[in-house]
């Protein structure tokens, strides 16, 4: 209960003071945060295809980095058929490693350690790596592949699937 207040000039009771913010100033507040969480949404909706971009650049790294240490083995014994790697076992062509078969790919995908976190895809010769998750129309766009050199002396390709990866 609000208690009144006697002014000693007019003897007359004032009215007791209410706090609180008026209609209009509520509204101007509701359309403001509404013109900032518009302008800042389209930068955090584009924040999953920014991941998959950077997820697929770490991968490709990771292939790159694989494949050199095969090499750096591959070239200790040069008639190695194959050589092991933290315990993985990688098939060698050509001085790198071999993904003609299935289980070459694999082996190599392991050892760069992409094997668990990106779908794998072994067809033509070659290793492709796509993340998990994307939608197949994305997975024709977004994804990394590593091919071993044709020839003794060569190097492989390792390859985006579109320079800027386009994961949205």
Do not use: H, W
Request: hydrophobic residues 50%; aromatic residues 6%; contains cysteine.
């Amino acid at each position: 209960m609000l208690a009144s207040v006697t002014t000693p000039a007019s003897g007359r009771a004032a009215r007791p003071m209410q706090g609180g913010f008026t209609l209009i100033e509520l509204i101007a507040v509701i359309v403001i945060l509404g013109i900032l969480s518009a302008t800042a949404m389209p930068k955090f909706v584009n924040l999953a295809a920014d991941a998959r971009v950077a997820s697929l650049r770490a991968a490709k790294g990771a292939l790159a980095s694989a494949a050199a240490m095969a090499r750096a083995r591959s070239l200790i014994d040069p008639n190695a058929t194959s050589v092991t790697i933290e315990g993985v076992q990688v098939d060698i062509a050509n001085g790198y490693p071999a993904t003609t078969t299935d289980a070459q790919a694999r082996a190599f995908a392991e050892l760069a350690g992409v094997a668990n976190d990106y779908v794998i895809d072994t067809a033509k010769g070659e290793l492709k790596v796509t993340p998990k998750g994307v939608s197949p129309a994305t997975a024709t766009k977004c994804f990394v592949t590593y091919k071993p050199p044709a020839t003794f002396g060569g190097t492989p390709r390792i390859a985006e699937a579109a320079v800027p990866f386009d994961c949205s």
